[in-house]
């Protein structure tokens, strides 16, 4: 039996607050406002990392603040069709095959990280290419205010009371509403579940964020192309290698059999998760070696 858990906050919700302007509403969820403030807080920090001309190689930024606001432009777009275009395609091919419409409708929620960061990482390279920036400044740039729109974006997942973890009986588990309620077959006793969304971002966001605060600042990172980026792509593989454990696949990934339900799991016995992260975590730990070995 569960001896204690958390009821979800009833005064939580996916709204901020909503305008009926006749005939047509308009909502502030918490979601977009966790979107907007990761971007002009990372585009805030790039810009005040470019006034530190000590933290690069060469003791000179590679990019004028101005040009830190056109990179901005560039990565809202990648993010949001990578993200959208990630979660079509990845997680519910079917469904938008049979309503493409329902593609358009970003604010009704629906974005994959991995999506959004190829998305971004193209933004990048193409805004580095036609501006003559080493993409690797642009890189290891976008990689060290990352965490700070990842933890954005995991409280407004706990908020939206999305994403959860599976089942639990342990102390801090939360009793999510609407779907979140809903127990396995087997499952006999009030589902609370894990609240995978703060696991997540105490670990992308906080914690990552922390390491990248600590290799730009004191140990100089920036001077050695593409260690930061590495780092942040390897740290975060194996956060979200490891969360994967405890959170629920979305519904597309489960299996329903008499005693509950059954994650289907990849060739590899992973998650679609953790195989989008294991890559991530390669080419991280391959960028690290490689920025360690050259010469600064």
Same mark, same amino acid.
């Given at each position: 039996?569960?001896?204690?858990?958390?009821?979800?906050?009833?005064?939580?919700?996916?709204?901020?607050?909503?305008? #009926?302007?006749?005939?047509?509403?308009?909502?502030? /969820?918490?979601?977009?406002?966790?979107?907007?403030?990761?971007?002009?807080?990372?585009?805030?920090?790039?810009?005040?990392?470019?006034?530190?001309?000590?933290?690069? /190689?060469?003791?000179?930024?590679?990019?004028?603040?101005?040009?830190?606001?056109?990179?901005?432009?560039?990565?809202?777009?990648?993010?949001?069709?990578?993200?959208?275009?990630?979660?079509?395609?990845?997680?519910?091919?079917?469904?938008?095959?049979?309503?493409?419409?329902?593609?358009?409708?970003?604010?009704?929620?629906?974005?994959?990280?991995?999506?959004?960061?190829?998305?971004?990482?193209?933004?990048?390279?193409?805004?580095?290419?036609?501006?003559?920036?080493?993409?690797?400044?642009?890189?290891?740039?976008?990689?060290?205010?990352?965490?700070?729109?990842?933890?954005?974006?995991?409280?407004?997942?706990?908020?939206?009371?999305?994403?959860?973890?599976?089942?639990?009986?342990?102390?801090?588990?939360?009793?999510?509403?609407?779907?979140?309620?809903?127990?396995?077959? =087997?499952?006999?006793?009030?589902?609370?579940?894990?609240?995978?969304?703060?696991?997540?971002?105490?670990?992308?966001?906080?914690?990552?964020?922390?390491?990248?605060?600590?290799?730009?600042?004191?140990? /100089?990172?920036?001077?050695?192309?593409?260690?930061?980026?590495?780092?942040?792509?390897?740290?975060?593989?194996?956060?979200?290698?490891?969360?994967?454990?405890?959170?629920?696949? =979305? =519904?597309?990934?489960?299996?329903? #059999?008499?005693?509950?339900?059954?994650?289907?799991?990849? =060739?590899?016995?992973?998650?679609?998760?953790?195989?989008?992260?294991?890559?991530?975590?390669?080419?991280?730990?391959?960028?690290?070696?490689?920025? /360690?070995?050259?010469?600064?």
């Amino acid at each position: 039996m569960i001896a204690a858990v958390i009821e979800f906050p009833s005064f939580l919700r996916p709204e901020i607050f909503s305008l #009926d302007l006749g005939g047509f509403t308009f909502a502030l /969820r918490w979601y977009a406002l966790a979107y907007i403030a990761g971007f002009v807080i990372g585009w805030r920090l790039i810009v005040a990392a470019t006034r530190r001309p000590q933290l690069w /190689r060469g003791g000179e930024a590679p990019f004028t603040a101005d040009q830190v606001e056109s990179l901005l432009t560039w990565i809202i777009v990648g993010v949001i069709l990578g993200g959208r275009l990630g979660f079509v395609l990845i997680y519910q091919p079917d469904y938008y095959l049979a309503h493409p419409m329902q593609i358009l409708k970003v604010w009704e929620g629906g974005m994959s990280f991995h999506g959004g960061l190829t998305g971004a990482a193209l933004a990048g390279f193409l805004f580095a290419r036609l501006n003559g920036i080493p993409p690797s400044a642009v890189g290891d740039s976008m990689a060290m205010v990352i965490p700070v729109g990842l933890g954005l974006g995991r409280i407004a997942n706990f908020i939206n009371a999305e994403l959860w973890g599976h089942p639990t009986t342990m102390p801090w588990g939360v009793l999510f509403p609407g779907p979140g309620s809903v127990c396995p077959p =087997d499952w006999l006793v009030v589902c609370a579940r894990h609240p995978t969304q703060l696991y997540e971002a105490g670990m992308e966001g906080l914690l990552l964020g922390l390491v990248m605060w600590w290799l730009v600042t004191r140990a /100089r990172a920036l001077t050695r192309p593409w260690l930061v980026t590495g780092t942040f792509l390897a740290g975060y593989g194996l956060a979200r290698i490891l969360v994967e454990f405890w959170r629920m696949p =979305d =519904d597309q990934f489960l299996a329903v #059999d008499p005693a509950g339900y059954v994650i289907r799991l990849g =060739d590899l016995g992973l998650t679609m998760g953790q195989s989008l992260s294991l890559p991530m975590v390669m080419i991280g730990l391959g960028l690290v070696i490689t920025a /360690r070995m050259r010469r600064t």
